[in-house]
């Protein structure tokens, strides 16, 4: 049974991507702030990652996820940001483009609010990739 | 002399005419060697109202034009001494403009006539001649200098209006550049010196002044657009680090920094292309606050996006039938969305009521109000939420009245939330307590509960709009972020001030000063 973690500061997000995401037969473990996340990542070794943008700070999802890669064996691990900010984010970069989902270090960036459907498939697609390329 | 001058005299300024030059009485000098000649010409003017002198030679005539200037001077050509032709050339040399010539001759001949205006004079006079033709003569030389002096008033007019124009200019809080046919800069403003952080000088280039190739560009455009073609464009430049969020006004360097708006428009010379005028306007201001209304959009797109994609989320779940058969667990969810849907109506609200202030739509009517019954009211009903959680609240006002003076909305809604954040952020069987004291000329009220407190960073953006304190503590309380922000501004109104101390788990004091009623 693969393994999600979902980091998300909004509870009822969570609750309700974990609801779904737990009948379609997935382990899924939450967390509602970035060290409890990384915690969570340490302790459980998910095989992806879900993660918000805004949480405590505006940014808070790119420290999480730059903390996330240097954790040993999740170097790789995919990692999808859900956001509801603007694809393009006033300050300094844009996470529609390549650059810069490379500089934020994830692989995928969705707009919330992200149809269920939409996440499962994109869960699948990464999660069979792994698989491939292991 | 009604034959002589305008039936309404000319309306002279001061300005004009220092001297006193244009009244009524037009002054003439006669210049003859024969004394019957003088005095007869003299009576014969003088009966006609002009003011006469007279002299002998034209030594004298010289030196009494020096004592005071006459209008027209009636000269005999031959006369011992300086003759005419040398007093008329002495005359026009050092009055021109000032004393209109007429010769006085007896030599009736067309070259005569032609010598005597080449030497500067205006007409003359061949004698024997009758006072009519004395009389007619000199009104044409009145009318002559009549003429010079309007010239003269019109050149000067011209010379003080091109004066203002150029003070105008340089007194304008816009600045000006002007360019001519050749895009070289020939008028730059003090203003625009000012802005672009060069100085005007001979030989200075658009480049110098304008190194802004886009500029540049439309300048270029704008001179070279067709005649007729009177095409203005508008750009916006950011001059220094404005851009980079540093102050407005001047930088370290004493440089000028900020938004500009260069509005370049044709320079038409009588319908034809003459050039390039630039107008430099300081919209840092505007620039400012449409910087910060797009951020707080974006800021409240976020706000509304997150609450309903939790709702949708809930919703699509359900949707899904996976929980078709666990009851309670769709009933969880249902009401869930119920409270976020409800935080998404108070956050519109709260917008609204935010926006109203800011473009003053809301009337506030004033009246004398009484603090503890505002927070008494307001924690009646919160009685309910209160209850569910069994925090105690307590109002503790000894005085009978606490009088203020202030709108009732406004009052409710700071009060309000400042009793909600003291249930929505307390433990459950704590305590909410607002405490009503005299701090002098205004009373002091402290709300204080006993919930989870602010670390230090937190409560440094506690008023800031938006913020919200996050983490595993507080998940699920909802809020819109925007009730300190508001409650800050609506006390600050009032010269109001609020501050805050608070320990992680130990509560939170909220502390208002409002002026006395």
């Known amino acids: ?134 | 002399m009604p034959e002589t001058r305008p039936a309404a005299p000319p309306q002279v300024s001061p300005i004009d005419d220092p001297a006193g030059r244009d009244r009524e009485v037009l002054r003439i000098l006669v210049i003859d060697d024969e004394e019957g000649m003088r005095e007869g010409m003299r009576r014969v003017l003088e009966r006609r109202g002009f003011s006469v002198r007279t002299a002998r030679d034209g030594e004298t005539a010289l030196r009494l034009l020096e004592d005071a200037p006459a209008d027209v001077a009636l000269v005999d050509l031959k006369m011992p001494g300086i003759d005419g032709f040398k007093v008329t050339e002495s005359i026009t040399r050092r009055f021109a403009g000032r004393t209109v010539v007429v010769i006085v001759s007896a030599l009736a001949t067309v070259e005569a006539a032609v010598e005597v205006t080449q030497h500067g004079a205006f007409d003359f006079l061949v004698k024997p001649f009758t006072p009519e033709d004395l009389v007619q003569v000199v009104n044409r030389a009145a009318q002559q200098w009549r003429l010079i002096r309007e010239r003269e008033r019109y050149l000067s007019e011209l010379a003080s209006e091109r004066n203002l124009s150029h003070q105008m200019i340089a007194s304008m809080h816009e600045g000006v550049v002007v360019l001519n046919i050749r895009r070289e800069p020939v008028l730059m403003n003090p203003r625009a010196e000012h802005f672009l952080g060069t100085h005007f000088r001979d030989g200075v280039t658009l480049a110098d002044i304008f190194p802004d190739l886009e500029i540049q560009t439309a300048i270029e455009a704008v001179v070279e657009a067709a005649a007729g073609k009177s095409e203005t464009r508008v750009l916006q430049r950011s001059i220094g680090d404005a851009e980079a969020g540093g102050s407005h006004g001047s930088s370290s360097t004493g440089a000028w920094e900020g938004m500009l708006s260069v509005s370049i428009s044709p320079l038409m010379l009588d319908g034809e292309r003459g050039g390039a005028i630039v107008i430099l306007t300081d919209v840092t201001e505007s620039w400012k606050a449409e910087q910060d209304k797009n951020r707080f959009v974006s800021m409240v797109a976020h706000e509304l996006k997150s609450p309903l994609s939790a709702i949708l989320n809930y919703i699509n779940v359900i949707l899904t039938g996976m929980f078709d058969d666990n009851p309670a667990k769709i009933k969880e969810m249902l009401e869930r969305c119920k409270v976020r849907g409800e935080a998404l109506l108070d956050l519109v609200r709260d917008l609204l009521y935010i926006n109203s202030r800011d473009v003053g739509k809301v009337e506030r009517s004033i009246e004398e109000l009484d603090l503890k019954a505002v927070i008494a009211s307001q924690l009646e009903f919160f009685k309910v939420q209160t209850e569910k959680r069994r925090i105690v609240a307590v109002l503790d006002a000894p005085l009978p009245r606490y009088p203020v003076r202030a709108d009732r909305g406004d009052m409710d809604r700071v009060f309000m939330n400042l009793i909600s954040n003291g249930i929505k952020y307390n433990r459950e069987r704590g305590s909410l307590t607002v405490r009503i004291t005299d701090a002098g000329d205004a009373w002091e009220i402290a709300v204080s509960d006993t919930g989870i407190g602010m670390s230090e960073a937190e409560l440094s953006c506690i008023f800031h709009e938006f913020y919200r304190v996050k983490g595993p503590k507080t998940s699920g309380i909802a809020g819109t972020g925007l009730g300190l922000a508001t409650v800050k501004r609506v006390l600050g109104e009032y010269n109001g001030r609020i501050t805050v101390h608070s320990k992680p788990d130990a509560g939170s004091t909220f502390t208002v000063l409002f002026p006395k009623g």
């Open chain 1, 1 to 134: 049974m693969a393994r999600i973690l979902i980091v998300d500061d909004d509870t009822d997000l969570i609750e309700g991507q974990k609801a779904f995401l737990e009948k379609r037969g997935y382990h899924v473990e939450t967390a509602l702030a970035i060290e409890e996340g990384l915690e969570k990542a340490r302790t459980t070794a998910p095989d992806i990652i879900i993660a918000d943008l805004m949480m405590e700070h505006y940014d808070s999802g790119f420290v999480f996820c730059k903390k996330v890669r240097e954790l040993p064996g999740l170097g790789t691990v995919p990692i999808i940001m859900q956001t509801a900010a603007p694809r393009k984010v006033g300050f300094t970069f844009e996470t529609g483009a390549a650059p810069g989902r490379e500089w934020m270090k994830v692989d995928e960036v969705l707009t919330k609010p992200v149809p269920l459907e939409h996440l499962l498939g994109k869960i699948e697609q990464y999660l069979s990739s792994r698989k491939t390329n292991a």
